[in-house]
């Protein structure tokens, strides 16, 4: 199983970002697909997740309404598509599968928002 996000960066708030997750070495339409943070000093959180099919979404409170989770299951990714940031959204931001009662996470994309 292999995870590998691309897209992070540096932006100002307000401002917009398309995180991506490029999954492998697994049935990727057939899982479930998460996005995970981590800021600096605080625990891992749940950021948003998205069913196998796509047809089922969940967000934290704290990105309602700003965030979208997609996936293409003919390109085996999954996407995290982020508007009006602010700076408390600033983390390192990780995707995971958990496979064979194993979670499995990338290696993770730096988002950085300020001004």
């Known amino acids: 199983v292999q995870l590998v996000e691309s897209g992070g960066g540096l932006v100002q708030p307000g401002g917009s970002l398309r995180l991506s997750c490029a999954a492998s070495?697994?049935?990727?339409?057939?899982?479930?697909m998460s996005w995970y943070r981590q800021a600096p000093g605080k625990a891992r959180e749940l950021v948003a997740t998205?069913?196998?099919?796509?047809?089922?979404?969940n967000y934290a409170d704290s990105v309602k309404g700003r965030f979208t989770i997609s996936r293409d299951n003919a390109k085996n990714t999954v996407i995290l598509q982020m508007n009006s940031l602010k700076p408390e959204d600033t983390a390192v931001y990780y995707c995971?599968?958990?496979?064979?009662?194993?979670?499995?996470w990338g290696q993770g994309t730096q988002v950085t928002v300020s001004s």
């Open positions: 995971k599968v958990l496979y064979r009662r194993r979670d499995y």
């Open positions: 998205i069913s196998s099919t796509g047809g089922s979404t």
């Open positions: 070495g697994f049935t990727f339409s057939m899982f479930d």
